[in-house]
């Protein structure tokens, strides 16, 4: 295993400068929109999950390193990272510098308390955090597949995320993600232009990554006072909106951020579901309520990944369901039936959490994924339409435990009738016996001379006379 680094107070000093010429020439690359144009094709054309998601100033920081090292970037990954994928870092190897999160300060909280984030989270830009809430960011290394080897004799299973089948769709969520949460919204035109007093960003159609990338780029590099108002104003808005639209719910998922999640509802079915983007996280997670009709209040939930009626009781055919989440970039199935009062605390071991490809989920997703099940039950237990969602489950659920019941009756008649039919036939049985131990003739042996016979010797005839 390979140690850890101790550096002088010099060292340290020299990393910090190192460090500070980076962004220099990361934000020298955002403000050309050539560079830009290049930089998105480049990463398009990767199929890593965590490259595709990284910011547009980070992906700017890895590819400037990469060129000057002439080093063909392709999936990235820190120490512990390409560890749990089963490889590890040669040594001497100098990583890649990126921009991270270290800490969330919010300026409500007393003495300003920071809370940490989670490690490996998915790196947004240091200018993503709102009016009310900064986020502290510190410089890390990643490393490039081509500066890892194999572990021979890897224990255990290897958490290697499955590829991006179309690496220019998730780039282009990426940064249309990436520019709302600068407060701005993107909307299709002729040409591509950046309207900071409407807060929109327009491009053309089809939204090439491209023009996505430079109009971000635009935002990140621009002064503040040029565009900071109005993102404000448009978070405001949707702050507004969002308390004001019950299909749309904040999740808080602790020391892990905050996710988003637009609310669907059947109440026919008595199910409701979850579609969350969130840090890590995106995907569909349905709730449907459990043993309704053996209770008097919502006691348990059903909690699926994906997208699921509840047809079936247990479904087994998760290729069945859709929109199923992907979690650092490993897509999950699953089913736990959860007490709605005991999620606090929710953690991997006591969900059920699978790739979709099987075998379980690595640890880290299936913390992620039960850090967003226990907000989403939370959020439950406050709905509503948690009454009508309850009356409805009841009666779905009386009905099954009605076609149930019944089916047992008929077989219980079933089996009545051949237990009478079987007693009948024991009683003729026996019937039969009594009557032979009752005759007064049952049987009989004779012994009969045979009269025509050349031998002298009389012959035993054993005959039988039934009365």
């Not at 019937?431 to 003739?441: H, L, T, V």
Request: glycine fraction near 6%.
């Amino acid at each position: 295993m390979r140690k850890r680094r101790h550096y002088s107070e010099k060292n340290k000093a020299a990393r910090r400068e190192a460090d500070k010429a980076l962004k220099t020439q990361a934000d020298a690359m955002l403000s050309d929109p050539i560079a830009v144009a290049e930089l998105a094709r480049q990463v398009a054309a990767t199929t890593s999950q965590k490259i595709l998601r990284y910011s547009l100033r980070n992906n700017a920081l890895i590819f400037k390193q990469a060129q000057e090292r002439g080093m063909r970037v392709s999936d990235v990954d820190n120490y512990r990272g390409w560890r749990n994928r089963g490889r590890y870092v040669r040594e001497d190897e100098h990583g890649l510098r990126i921009v991270a999160p270290q800490g969330r300060e919010t300026a409500n909280k007393p003495d300003n308390q920071t809370q940490p984030e989670a490690p490996g989270a998915t790196v947004a830009d240091d200018q993503n955090s709102g009016p009310d809430e900064s986020i502290r960011f510190r410089m890390t290394s990643v490393f490039n597949i081509t500066q890892t080897e194999g572990i021979e004799d890897f224990e255990g299973e290897a958490e290697e995320p499955a590829p991006v089948e179309d690496p220019v769709v998730e780039l282009r969520a990426s940064l249309a993600e990436q520019i709302e949460r600068q407060g701005y919204a993107v909307t299709t035109g002729p040409t591509a232009t950046v309207d900071h007093e409407a807060a929109t960003v327009t491009v053309p159609q089809g939204q090439p990554v491209e023009a996505l990338a430079q109009a971000l780029a635009s935002l990140l590099t621009a002064p503040a006072a040029e565009h900071r108002p109005a993102r404000y104003a448009r978070q405001d808005a949707a702050q507004d909106a969002e308390a004001n639209d019950p299909s749309r719910v904040r999740l808080d998922l602790g020391p892990l951020g905050v996710a988003r999640a637009e609310l669907e509802t059947n109440v026919d079915k008595a199910a409701a579901y979850y579609r969350v983007s969130g840090p890590n996280f995106k995907g569909m997670v349905s709730v449907l309520i459990e043993d309704a009709a053996e209770h008097q209040q919502l006691r348990r939930v059903r909690v699926i990944f994906g997208k699921d009626d509840g047809t079936e009781r247990y479904p087994l055919r998760e290729q069945t369901r859709t929109d199923l989440p992907r979690v650092f970039g490993v897509e999950i199935t699953g089913v736990t039936v959860l007490a709605v009062d005991n999620v606090d605390g929710l953690d991997g071991y006591r969900l059920s959490c699978r790739r979709t490809r099987g075998g379980s989920a690595p640890t880290k997703t299936a913390d992620r994924a039960a850090a967003v099940v226990a907000a989403i039950v939370r959020h439950y237990t406050t709905r509503e339409d948690v009454p009508a969602l309850w009356q409805s489950a009841l009666v779905t659920a009386a009905r099954q435990r009605e076609r149930q019941e019944r089916a047992e009756a008929a077989k219980l008649d079933a089996e009545i009738e051949r237990l009478i039919a079987m007693k009948r036939d024991r009683e003729a049985s026996a019937a039969d016996y009594r009557s032979r131990i009752e005759s007064p003739r049952h049987n009989r042996a004779e012994i009969t001379p045979e009269c025509e016979t050349d031998s002298s010797t009389p012959q035993l005839v054993l005959t039988t006379e039934r009365e």
